[in-house]
């Protein structure tokens, strides 16, 4: 059935690495999003794309890269630029993006720890 | 301050209560959503509105665009409930601006 998955659920990383956070939907979906959740706070935007080999940065890049070559598939990484890269991480697509009654569909999540 | 406000930040409840959480923000917008998030971190869309009123069971999602308010509404509460409600509001240039959510807690 059809839906969004991010892999994996928790990861943990050392200071100084860069690693990369899967995303893959097969909803058929152009747009794809990748937020941010710290507690207490409201999702931020990192980086969201509306159609393949096409990105562009949200309310908080710096210290991350994506990609988009693949209408299915949105990769986060985080850089070790990213200075506080503890988070939760929530990747999420949509029919398209410019729309007033856009839907967005998430993943489950990934929790990125830096020891 | 945040464009988007979410109040209580907390609430707890016995099973059965009547709950409502509200939601204010301060930018014109084009549509307004109610989500809720799973204790494991997935979240799910409830509700979408632009104007009025909508019920989907034992929820319901309220919108008044003069005072620039929403309120979700549970009856008959149950511990499955329990969750983080999340309001997010579509600019009038498409961006989405979320809230920081309401973490409800239905006790047994």
């Known amino acids: 059935d059809g839906g969004i998955t991010q892999s994996p659920k928790y990861l943990f990383r050392k200071e100084g690495q860069n690693v990369t956070l899967s995303c893959e939907q097969n909803?058929?979906?152009?747009?794809m999003y990748w937020y941010r959740q710290d507690p207490g706070q409201g999702l931020r935007l990192i980086y969201y794309?509306?159609?393949?080999?096409?990105?562009q940065k949200g309310d908080i890049a710096e210290g991350y890269s994506v990609s988009r070559e693949k209408k299915e598939s949105f990769p986060l990484t985080v850089t070790s630029a990213q200075k506080n890269p503890t988070a939760f991480y929530l990747c999420?697509?949509?029919?398209?993006?410019?729309?007033?009654?856009?839907?967005?569909?998430f993943g489950p999540g990934t929790r990125l720890t830096v020891l | 301050k945040n464009e988007v406000e979410q109040s209580p930040q907390n609430l707890t409840a016995q099973e059965g209560e009547f709950i409502t959480i509200n939601c204010s923000y301060s930018?014109?917008?084009?549509?307004l959503h109610w989500l809720q998030q799973h204790p494991g971190g997935g979240i799910v869309s409830l509700f979408m509105?632009?104007?009025?009123?909508k019920k989907h069971g034992r929820l319901i999602a309220t919108i008044n665009i003069q005072e620039k308010h929403s309120s979700l509404h549970i009856t008959a509460s149950h511990p499955r409930d329990s969750a983080v409600y999340i309001c997010?509001?579509?600019?009038?240039?498409?961006?989405?601006?979320w809230g920081a959510g309401t973490k409800l807690i239905i006790k047994p």
């Open positions: 999420a697509s949509s029919i398209r993006d410019r729309s007033s009654y856009n839907e967005q569909f």
């Open positions: 909803l058929n979906h152009d747009a």
């Open positions: 930018v014109g917008i084009s549509a």
């Open positions: 997010a509001v579509r600019s009038s240039n498409y961006q989405l601006i």
């Open positions: 794309s509306q159609i393949v080999n096409d990105f």
């Open positions: 509105l632009s104007s009025g009123k």
